[in-house]
């Protein structure tokens, strides 16, 4: 089963994450055959964490709450909150096999959240800018939720396009770049 996990940072607690940065990392690397994408999210600056996005392959949702939840910038207090959902990864591939590479271009988190008829079920027909895509579902996998996608974008104006806008209550669109250990 594939999960979206988001933890969101609380305010200030940058100095918090960066003395975490070693103990994450090595908590991730724990899940390294199981992780589809993973990367911060960042301020406008383009430096600045705001959150931790993972998208993973786990057997069920209590070993997708306990990835979430035993993470250690969660269980020290570093996060605001975290959104999780069940997901399915309409590309069938990870972030590393995105051709694009992972320096070149803009890249973005898209987070669209609706309710009501699901939306943006079939992957859109230019896939080369995808690096992650597909539907967020409830626990059980029957009610969509809405969609996420990691997307690399000339702006977000540009990555929020690649969501049909008018079918979702809400579409976030942050800064995002590849995860993990340079």
Partial sequence: MEFFCYHRDRPDSLKLRHELLEDHWSYMDGYASQLIARGPTLADDGETPTGSAHMVDLPDP???RAFAFDEPGYQAGAYRDV??????????RTMW???????????????????????DLLVPPDQDELIAYGP?????GTTWLGTTALVRAPDPDAARAVLTSDRYADIEVHNWEFGGRR
Avoid at 84 to 89: Q, S, T
Avoid at 98 to 116: E, Q
Avoid at 136 to 140: A, I, K, R, V
């Fill in 97 to 119: 096999d995105f051709p694009g590479g992972r320096a070149d271009g803009n890249r973005y988190l898209v987070l669209g959240l609706g309710s009501g008829r699901p939306a």
């Fill in 62 to 64: 209590a070993a997708a």
């Fill in 83 to 92: 959104l999780l959902r069940r997901w399915r990864n309409l590309l069938g």
């Fill in 136 to 140: 967020l579902l409830s626990d059980d």
